[in-house]
């Protein structure tokens, strides 16, 4: 377990480019899995989840090369089990999206509970409800045992809900499923329509894509494609919270405008000086202003994976912010160590959480960093504090987040990782 000591107090300035949407590469690298022809992603983001996930395809029997790379090749001419390393599964939530694969593939699939952040409150029940109406077979017991002994056939689903990963896992099955298959409530996340498009270069008929309802026509067999992942969103935002935090000036590259344009608009609100400018999204140093509430939602709306990020931010702003994540229970509690520091929060419940500011942070304390976007967070707020702070470990945040002690020492941070 490694600690980034981080001396804050520093402003922030200069150039980072951000990789490929972490959210797009996982699914992508699962729907290489449908052919045995090898298929080519570039701008793949160099994080621990993307690393999970291709030792989980070499595991699986598929050939995988440049590991650690931003461009990876990936052949599946065979798979030799229908079992992912349970270890793997363990700890990456987008493990799940290797259910569609190996039933198309297989027939079966064994997995274990996937990990990730909060396993225990994200059910998979949407994922399995879809592979049931394609013809999925659940045995009980503690893993999800699946077959498809009739093979995998269209069909006409609703998703309960529209979750990214369930619309992903319906997407994967239903693209050598035989004859049509219409998702009504799809998610409408960029990344959702990255697997989509890398779908058709494969060979899979697919209309209404970008929509709640999207309808995929089966391909017997699948070709190999080449595809470059579009910027992380998530990851521009982080890193214009972060500027915005340090009172500093930071240029982000590789977020497309449409995508990030969610992410500003909540910026702006809080007076945050920033902006699209050909093609690079300019943070200047600002003076953060209160607004009444954030409110996380679907697609287009503000992402709860930034809810964190923008509640450490409402620390710096002038006057009281609610910010109402109901999307997932847990987000917020590890940021209750922000007290400590001298932020000034009140937990309402598991979604809300009350903050009044400015308030002077001071460091001198050990970070828990819980969950991804949280450690994240509490890295920003160490960035704005007087003195020193430990965050740890710092394993989980470099799971989502490409080399990124280099970068905020590019940046002027003034940080260290300590192992």
Wanted: glycine share 12%; proline share 4%.
């Amino acid at each position: 377990m490694s600690t980034l000591l981080i001396e804050g107090g520093h402003r922030l300035e200069g150039r980072v480019a951000v990789e490929g949407n972490k959210n797009a590469a996982l699914p992508l690298l699962a729907a290489c899995l449908l052919t045995g022809d090898e298929c080519v992603l570039t701008n793949v983001p160099r994080i621990g989840d993307v690393e999970v996930m291709a030792r989980l395809l070499l595991d699986l029997g598929a050939e995988v090369d440049g590991i650690g790379s931003t461009t990876l090749r990936v052949r599946a001419p065979h798979l030799r089990t229908h079992v992912p390393d349970r270890a793997l599964v363990g700890r990456l939530r987008g493990s799940v999206l290797l259910l569609g694969p190996l039933l198309a593939r297989t027939g079966r699939a064994h997995i274990a509970p996937p990990g990730g952040d909060f396993p225990a409150r994200r059910s998979i029940s949407t994922h399995l409800e879809a592979l049931e109406a394609l013809g999925v077979r659940q045995s009980s017991g503690g893993d999800f045992l699946l077959e498809a002994p009739d093979g995998l056939t269209g069909a006409s689903m609703y998703l309960y809900e529209a979750s990214v990963t369930g619309t992903e896992t319906a997407l994967l099955a239903a693209a050598t499923a035989k004859g049509l298959t219409e998702i009504r409530h799809a998610a409408l996340e960029p990344h959702v329509v990255e697997l989509c498009e890398f779908l058709q270069k494969m060979g899979v008929g697919l209309s209404g894509i970008g929509t709640t309802t999207i309808r995929v026509e089966g391909a017997a067999r699948l070709h190999g494609a080449e595809h470059r992942l579009g910027g992380d969103y998530i990851e521009a935002g982080s890193w214009a919270v972060v500027g915005a935090i340090t009172g500093g000036a930071i240029d982000i590259e590789g977020a497309r405008e449409a995508d990030i344009e969610v992410v500003a608009a909540v910026l702006k609100r809080m007076n945050v000086r920033c902006g699209m400018r050909g093609g690079v999204f300019e943070v200047r140093s600002s003076t953060p202003k209160a607004v009444r509430r954030i409110t996380t939602g679907l697609w287009p709306a503000f992402p709860s994976d930034l809810v964190s990020l923008v509640t450490v931010l409402a620390t710096q702003a002038e006057g009281r912010t609610l910010v109402h994540d109901w999307m997932y229970e847990l987000r917020l509690f590890a940021l209750e160590q922000l007290s400590g520091m001298g932020a000034d929060l009140f937990l309402a419940d598991a979604h809300r959480i009350i903050v009044t500011g400015p308030s002077r942070l001071r460091g001198g304390r050990v970070l828990d960093s819980r969950d991804l976007r949280s450690g994240m967070s509490l890295i920003a707020a160490a960035l704005a504090a007087e003195g020193q702070t430990r965050v740890q470990p710092l394993e989980i945040v470099e799971r989502g987040y490409s080399q990124l002690v280099e970068r905020l020492l590019g940046l002027g941070a003034k940080v260290a990782k300590v192992v």
